[in-house]
């Protein structure tokens, strides 16, 4: 049953009628399903199975350094080695840290909030600090600033990217805006890839605040779907300005291998990531390098990293086909959900009638499917229009994926004509 | 050669000498020689190398969870009740974390630095921050709070552990006072075990500062090499006072398996421990769950553990004795150098005339014997009557120890002569 926002009368009546019955059918299936996190399925899981039962003979690496014993600070060679030439990055610039790059975000924001940036005052001396939070953008990264107490300030995100022309008044205007969150490529959760331009504007913008950071999080930098997305090389063009401590760069295998046994990094400009590598060596003794040895075995070439990626590309495409195919026929000729069309990542992001969000992840509940809250993918949990609810297709089955969406499309009808009706 | 600090005139001429001809010859061996950290030799590792040619073929763990995919903040409950079962700490009251106590020690003086501790002010928000700080003690302690600006005060290690009569007379008129480092069994570098008064008074006295905290670093918790020592449960102690979470209880595998890539974990009481992991689920999704079941699968059992430990500590006998019997014939009649004489742990303090500790290394590095810098082991750098040396003989083989402690006797007693002959 296909219906638009301008339906009215007894076809309301009906259609509604007609929902509430759906509903009730479902709710007695007593369902468990769950869409609400960017967790791989046990059948991605699996193609990594090889860290887990290829043992390590060498544990001597390719710099003569015993891996199982304490030594190097910032990551064995031959991984460095191949996240600079996956992602063109100088393996001088990078770090490999431990198995999260959340950790590392969070770890970076509490460095400069603790100890400054590169001579500034520390975060925790002033008497306000404001992030830029393109939206709809990833809750964790949000949470990280409600809890050092961070204002958010919300910036729309546009077909290529967050809004330029807001971003650029805000920071050379206010030095209190000290960073803004990006997810540069397959953003989460919109699908949404930088372009050239506003990865230039955002590499040569003037900002007020001397210790201006970009936390450029490319957590699906080679996470490619449908097509190969590019995504224009930050440190390439913060070179021309001279930007390049700008930049910290993050990047994990999480999504790639084990989602929170993999290996993470981060890089940044020279005099940044030196000052990083120098808080590093009060902070730890030194990462995991036997895991690191583990990836880099598992790998060994990029090559080896895109064709592993291209496998997971293929089952994740699978999960995305049945979302969308269901969303267009459910919805393609109706008002009451949009879509963004993501070519890579973990998500879909959709967009109920206003008001409508919170109260289909509700609907869903009830009967059986959790979705990621309403709010989520907003500063404090307030989406301003309540419109936006995250799709994860990733965990489910192919089956109950495809119940889940069965599921999801009659909530956000049924939440729609409830609201219609009551306007009527 | 044997002499005491007594010698004089013409003894002392010939003597000297001697020596500087001694140290010419070694000089001229071009020896490279390290004792300067705790690392496991070789020999230690490969007690471990089951972690890495063991397979993992069972990822679901006992609760029935993928350990290969997101889940699980605190640690799998195997590796926890493993824990919980070897040092008698409630399981609840344990989180697993990465791969370094350190990095959780770290992390921790961070968190109250910023947030404070159980509603009291943060850190960065007075004036002043003090620590206790035992000395000797370990180095990568007094680095993290010279890191953070924090004010140490020396505390004298005794035979049964810290000064408590002077620990008490502080914390019980100085607010500021924020914790105290201890490393209970076997400190780094003495060798010292708190008795149970020790810790009976620690865990009952009276602090100015609600939020005194005792990072409690049981490092070497297990390690045992000549008796086994038994140090008193401090939970069970601070039970009777109700002062479970005034302590921070730490542990890492480090030093059972692979330095860097094993597991560690924190404890605390009730409250201090929840506020923990609420904000370790900001910080992080999780951590490494695979490198968990990893080190469970290898243990299994406390037995299992205490096991491996026995063999380690065989390991670790062979090099002990071998630094103890050669300080022993060389200084057993002469009061040139004195020594502790630790029961177990990684290291043995040395102590030599006053102002001859940076000398003897300085002479030792001259002739290619790494050692700990002289001072290391006290806040600053700075060791009052340079006196103290931390030898760490683990690493070397039993060969390399013996030419170690035999350049390291020389510079003591070369250093000790040249004291002498410029004061007479």
């Known amino acids: ?7 009215k009368g007894e076809e309301l009546e009906s259609v509604k009628s007609q929902l509430d019955a759906e509903y009730e059918a479902i709710k007695n299936k007593k369902l468990s399903l769950d869409m ?3 967790k791989p399925a046990a059948e991605q899981l699996d193609l990594s199975n090889g860290i887990l039962t290829l043992p390590i003979h060498n544990y001597i690496n390719c710099e003569g350094i015993d891996v199982r014993n304490y030594g190097i600070l910032d990551g064995i060679k031959e991984c460095k080695h191949l996240f600079s030439q996956l992602l063109n990055i100088k393996e001088s610039n ?3 840290g431990g198995n999260s790059s959340l950790n590392i975000i969070y770890d970076s924001i509490a460095r400069y909030y603790i100890f400054g940036k590169l001579g500034s005052t520390p975060w925790c001396r002033l008497d306000k600090v404001k992030f830029l939070c393109p939206v709809p953008g990833y809750d964790r990264h949000f949470a990280i600033c409600e809890e050092f107490g961070i204002d958010m300030i919300n910036i729309p995100m546009k077909a290529d990217g967050p809004d330029m022309d807001m971003i650029e008044e805000l920071v050379k205007n206010d030095a209190s805006i000290k960073g803004i969150f990006c997810v540069p490529l397959y953003s989460n959760p919109t699908g949404t890839c930088y372009s050239d331009q506003v990865v230039e504007r955002l590499a040569g913008m003037e900002t007020a605040a001397e210790d201006f950071t970009i936390f450029w999080d490319n957590a699906y930098g080679i996470h490619h779907i449908y097509e190969e997305e590019k995504l224009a090389n930050i440190f390439d063009v913060c070179a021309k300005y001279g930007t390049e401590d700008r930049v910290l760069y993050f990047f994990s295998t999480s ?3 084990f989602p929170g046994s993999g290996v993470a990094f981060i890089a940044s400009g020279d005099k940044a990531i030196a000052e990083i590598r120098k808080r590093f060596s009060i902070q730890t003794i030194g990462y ?3 895991n690191q040895m583990r990836t880099y075995c598992f790998f060994k070439t990029p090559e080896g990293v895109r064709e592993h990626m291209k496998a997971l590309g293929k089952l994740l495409r699978e999960k995305f086909d049945i979302v969308l195919d269901k969303l267009n026929s459910e919805f393609g000729n109706s008002d009451l959900l ?11 992001s959709v967009y109920t009638l206003p008001g409508c969000a919170k109260e289909t992840v509700r609907l869903a509940k009830e009967c059986g499917l959790i979705l990621t809250d309403a709010g989520s993918a907003y500063p404090y949990h307030n989406d301003p229009e309540d419109r936006n609810i995250r799709i994860a297709p990733s965990y489910p089955t192919n089956e109950d994926l495809k119940k889940a969406m069965e599921v999801f ?5 049924l939440a729609a004509v409830n609201k219609i009706a009551k306007e009527n």
Chains 1, 2 share one sequence.
Request: aromatic share 12%; proline share 3%.
């Open 288 to 290: 995991n390098k036997i």
């Open 36 to 38: 609400s996190r960017g």
């Open 338 to 348: 949009t879509w963004d069309h993501p070519k890579g990542g973990y998500f879909i």
């Open 255 to 257: 999504k790639m291998t």
């Open 409 to 413: 499309c009659i909530c956000v009808k």
């Open 94 to 96: 990078i770090i490999i």
């Open 1 to 7: 049953m296909t219906f638009s926002s301008d339906i």
